[in-house]
């Protein structure tokens, strides 16, 4: 909390104050938002503490003059904020990220060799374990931050906004818009049913137990498939992403 002490102190002169109170709504919003997609772990409170460094951030370095609005950009930085957070607060054990990493090279190399979906059976001989094994992994993997689709998506919303934009590279912003348009047509060749749990996840908003409800299967059958199908993803997407 020092650094939004120190933070909060050095603005309160500009008599930003009515600012922050303006627009604290934002924050909660925000994170209850982000809340509905992330694992239990993460606290709301939380995220709101990091929202409101985000927001005083937005605060102290916004130029009107860039073109975006204020809340635009205070959006922007606040869930950046957020997810920092939650990067910083990954706990997730080196082998469940290094389980993760052998899902997702063996769904290429299947995929890559027989030119049709990898089935979860087949990933599962392909790794040498047994199905109650391979949905072990996914199960641990719910929480491993390898790959999120919420991140990508706050990065494209992020390089979306102009007063960034300026300050790019052309070559950058042709490569991030490349990237986000791979991301959208590999979303859309998932298989039918990982399609459309991701669909109801981030589309439409609903959580793991209503998905089960509107799929008639258990919330933890949910949580293997959304793993799976972003394990997928990442596993089609490997020429885009840093795997260091």
């Known amino acids: 909390m020092n650094n ?24 909660k919003r925000i994170a209850h938002h982000l809340a509905n997609r992330l ?14 460094l985000g927001l005083l951030e937005a605060i102290k370095h916004y130029d009107a003059a860039q073109g975006a609005s ?8 606040i869930r950046g904020a957020m997810l920092d957070e939650v990067r910083r607060s990954d706990w997730t054990p080196r082998s469940v990220h290094k389980k993760s990493r052998m899902v997702s090279d063996a769904i290429r190399a299947i995929e890559n060799k027989t030119g049709r979906e990898a089935r979860d059976i087949d990933i599962a001989g392909y790794l040498g374990i047994a199905m109650d094994e391979y949905n072990h992994i996914l199960q641990d993997s ?71 409800e509107v799929l ?19 596993s089609r997407l490997s020429e885009w992403m840093d795997d260091n």
């Open 4 to 27: 939004a002490v120190a933070m909060y102190a050095s603005i309160q002169a500009a008599g930003v104050d009515e600012r922050i109170m303006q627009h604290a709504p934002l924050v």
């Open 39 to 52: 694992p239990d772990s993460v606290q709301v409170d939380d995220l709101i503490q990091a929202g409101m």
């Open 70 to 77: 204020f809340e635009t950009y205070a959006g922007i930085r």
């Open 142 to 212: 719910i929480s491993c931050r390898l790959f999120s689709v919420e991140e990508l998506a706050q990065t494209g919303d992020y390089y979306g906004d102009e007063s960034q934009a300026m300050a790019e590279e052309p070559l950058d912003g042709l490569s991030r818009d490349g990237f986000q348009q791979a991301l959208a047509n590999a979303i859309m060749k998932l298989p039918e049913r990982e399609q459309l749990v991701i669909s109801l996840y981030y589309d439409d908003e609903l959580n793991l137990r209503e998905i089960g």
């Open 216 to 234: 008639n299967i258990s919330e933890s059958r949910v949580s293997q498939i959304s793993t799976q199908a972003v394990l997928r993803l990442r």
